[in-house]
């Protein structure tokens, strides 16, 4: 069809204004009725498709209200037929990107409104979609489609046809069951969630995908929803018959929109973080544990034990992930940062601001015997100003802790942050079973040394306590301990203090950061570059701690850096 052909005799085409895989839609002049309208054609015809439409379109006009766009006409020859609906100047809510709570729920509220109409007169929509949710500059919302729903080709998955968009439909369209008016408050729920989060409540992209995760109940964590949160909650609720209706879901959207706060749900439970585990064992010993428990199944032999196994080869990269920590951000993945048992994702979150999400193994501080955890305890957050910690014990009493913290003046919920980040972590694990393993190390590397063999007779009574991997060693004395500690750093970061040369190597000796009266000496290892091309170096820290005058601790320090210096792996070849 080009412009300026004309349509049933009356609506000449002016330009197309949408277009998709469902068909495609043109601005018309009505030259009867002197007036704007929108053409959509079917991008599929088929023996009856006309008579189809002619009864939606029916049930469609029963719909009268200012926030869903009319249904006048259907036109055409034979199968060959157009929608005639009035012509709305706007964009779609999917096309607005991210929009704040209260706009949002002012664009829900209009949405709801019309739902209920719909409602009223049994009509379904069956397809509430951010697609089908038009917005004005005006901030004016209709919903459009109402009630037609015969030229949409149903979304083949690998659990069969599913009628709607994947993303937004409702638990029981999943399984099979017809959309009724509680579909419509979910998908309504759905869309507003993706448009204040950036994404779907149960992500996007490959249908089956999605349609796991919605069956599963694993939904995405609302961060930004603020006082929008507890409507979504009452909207995405999996039982239908607890789900607010449309008329409901306006009142509750109205208040968000006027800047009042919304009381959670009558029904809505919250999200489980954690439970209460308390028996006989746990009683006399008086310890009350806070915590959630995962069991991963692993065929006929019961519930699996997830365990670290060599420390050496667990990879705490495996367990972070950019994609879901996007939204808060342009998330970038760093192994590089700090010791070998972390690894950090970086959020851009303003300016040159920045979240750091930390994933650290270690050995677990708190939680039940080891003989007593058949899988992982997800512990309540701890948080203070800055950042916000959740551990999750395995059941060799190793943990991963989680931690969100900014050393720049952010203002970030970080729990959440951290709540997120804790969820893809179990999320792994339930799919692998097990702790992923590190890729090969450089065979210099420190991560193959004994920290504890680095310094010999530095006091016979006091036997050293290795750390995690053996990366760390601590030696301590009623007046003070000394510690070797294997670290990453940047070139130009490391190069800080008095420099000196031992056994070919450059060290720095300068007071440190791990106390009052501390000091340490840096002693460069391997140098290399990271996979955006900085300059990095491996670092064997020699780390004094005390009482002593500072002047002390750095001679103490600086003595002790030649051995350790001549101990490390050759460099050579």
């Not at 002197?34 to 439409?53: H, I």
């Not at 701890?382 to 950042?387: G, K, L, P, T, V």
């Not at 692998?432 to 450089?442: K, L, Q, W």
């Not at 670290?487 to 040369?501: C, I, K, P």
């Amino acid at each position: 069809m080009r412009s300026d052909d004309v349509i049933a005799d009356r609506y000449r085409l002016v330009e197309v204004i949408g277009a998709g895989g469902l068909g495609i839609v043109w601005l018309a002049d009505d030259l009867r009725g002197n007036r704007s309208v929108a053409l959509k054609r079917p991008g599929t015809a088929y023996a009856g498709l006309r008579a189809d439409l002619e009864r939606e379109a029916e049930a469609a006009r029963k719909v009268v209200h200012p926030n869903a766009v009319k249904v006048f006409d259907v036109v055409g020859d034979g199968d060959d037929c157009w929608l005639v609906m009035e012509y709305f100047r706007s964009t779609s809510l999917g096309a607005r990107g991210i929009l704040p709570p209260q706009k949002v729920a002012a664009i829900g509220a209009q949405v709801a409104a019309a739902l209920a109409a719909a409602h009223a007169v049994d009509v379904v929509h069956g397809d509430v979609a951010p697609g089908n949710i038009l917005v004005a500059e005006n901030g004016t919302a209709k919903v459009t489609d109402l009630g037609i729903s015969a030229w949409r080709p149903a979304t083949v998955t690998g659990a069969g046809e599913v009628a709607g968009t994947v993303a937004y439909i409702a638990p029981e369209v999943a399984d099979g069951g017809r959309a009724t008016a509680a579909s419509d408050v979910f998908s309504l729920g759905a869309s507003l969630f993706a448009a204040v989060e950036g994404e779907p409540p149960f992500g996007k992209g490959d249908p089956d995908a999605c349609l796991r995760r919605l069956q599963s109940g694993r939904a995405e964590i609302p961060v930004r929803s603020g006082a929008l949160r507890p409507v979504l909650d009452a909207l995405l609720q999996r039982d239908q018959a607890a789900r607010p209706t449309a008329a409901q879901a306006r009142e509750l959207l109205d208040r968000v929109a006027s800047g009042q706060s919304v009381p959670a749900w009558p029904g809505v439970r919250k999200r489980p973080r954690a439970m209460v585990v308390a028996g006989v064992a746990v009683a006399v010993a008086a310890m009350l544990v806070l915590m959630l428990t995962r069991p991963w199944e692993s065929g006929a032999g019961g519930p699996a034990r997830t365990v670290l196994g060599d420390p050496r080869t667990a990879n705490p990269c495996a367990l972070a992930d950019t994609g879901v920590l996007s939204r808060f951000g342009e998330a970038t993945l760093d192994p590089n940062r700090g010791e070998f048992n972390r690894c950090d994702v970086l959020i851009a979150v303003a300016g040159d601001d920045e979240i750091d999400v930390e994933f650290r193994f270690g050995v677990a501080k708190s939680g039940p015997p080891a003989s007593s955890t058949p899988s992982v305890v997800r512990h309540e957050p701890e948080r203070d100003r800055a950042a916000c910690d959740i551990a999750l014990s395995l059941a060799d009493q190793h943990e991963l802790v989680v931690t969100a913290k900014s050393d720049d003046d952010v203002a970030a919920d970080f729990c959440q942050v951290a709540d997120v980040a804790a969820d893809h972590v179990e999320s792994v694990l339930r799919e692998n079973g097990r702790i992923p393993r590190r890729p090969a190390e450089d065979p210099r590397s420190l991560v193959n040394v004994d920290a504890c063999g680095l310094l010999t007779g530095v006091s016979a009574s006091t036997p050293p306590v290795p750390g995690f991997g053996k990366w760390r060693c601590r030696w301590p004395s009623p007046d003070g301990s000394l510690q070797v500690i294997f670290d990453r750093d940047d070139v130009d970061s490391a190069r800080e203090g008095s420099h000196q040369t031992m056994s070919g190597r450059d060290v720095y000796v300068a007071p440190a950061g791990y106390g009052e009266f501390t000091c340490a000496a840096r002693i460069f290892h391997l140098r290399y570059q990271d996979e955006y091309g900085a300059s990095k170096v491996e670092l064997a820290l020699v780390v004094a701690e005390g009482g002593a005058p500072m002047g002390s601790l750095c001679q103490l320090v600086t003595r002790l850096a030649g051995p350790v210096a001549a101990r490390l792996p050759s460099l050579g070849g």
